[in-house]
């Protein structure tokens, strides 16, 4: 039995919350979009892509959702 599931989600970007670096000092966000909340792995270089002019504007999320409910995003591409 599988502990994650991946989805393929196409959102609009509603807003996003910088949330506490890293331990090693990377940027963490949590992403808000019309079909749900998601944040970024801790020192994931891809969260060096997040920025602000990304809301309202929609994308394509990749996305691991594990058992406990917690999702966290594997890539981004803008449509």
């Known amino acids: 039995m599988s502990r994650h599931r991946k989805h393929e989600i196409t959102a609009r970007v509603t807003g996003l919350k910088r949330l506490n670096n890293s ?27 997040i920025s602000y002019n990304m809301q309202n504007k929609t994308y394509k999320f990749y996305i691991t959702e594990y058992k406990s409910g917690k999702t966290y995003l594997d890539n981004f591409e803008k449509i």
Request: proline fraction near 4%; avoid cysteine; hydrophobic fraction near 20%.
């Open 23 to 49: 331990f090693n000092g990377n940027p963490n966000y949590m992403i808000y979009t019309d079909n749900g909340v998601t944040r970024t792995r801790s020192d994931d270089m891809l969260n060096y892509k």
